[in-house]
Nanobody, 119 residues
Framework: QVELVESGGGLVQAGGSLRLSCTAIGSIFVNSMAWYRQAPAKQRELVARITRDGRTTYRDSVKGRFTISRDNAKNTVYLQMNSLEPEDTAVYYC??????????????WGQGTQVTVSS
């Protein structure tokens, strides 16, 4: 079983910055890492994903403001969030995809960390 531990959420004013981190407890091989978020009464949505070799994708609304990065040696993923907007308020979840057998992967999730942006 893989445990992911998140940190870095909090309350910030619009225009401010936060940095989230998520670390896997134990030694595992991780393919892609990602951050999702879920606002009240909304579906969980992908914010950004990074492959093992560093290729990144972002949802349009965060491009140019958020940066995802990873440290493979530490099994840690980061999300640097700048120019935060009230619309970014949500619970943020990290996601690790771990290879199982053949082409298959298993998804693991962090416990979630609250990010609140005040206007």
């Amino acid at each position: 079983q893989v445990e992911l531990v998140e940190s870095g959420g909090g309350l910030v004013q619009a225009g401010g910055s936060l940095r989230l981190s998520c670390t896997a407890i134990g030694s595992i091989f991780v393919n892609s890492m990602a951050w999702y978020r879920q606002a009240p009464a909304k579906q969980r949505e992908l914010v950004a994903r990074i492959t093992r070799d560093g290729r990144t994708t972002y949802r349009d609304s965060v491009k140019g403001r958020f940066t995802i990065s990873r440290d493979n040696a530490k099994n840690t993923v980061y999300l640097q969030m700048n120019s935060l907007e009230p619309e970014d308020t949500a619970v943020y979840y990290c996601n690790f995809r771990v290879p199982t057998t053949g082409p298959y992967e298993a998804d693991y999730w962090g416990q979630g960390t609250q990010v609140t942006v005040s206007s």
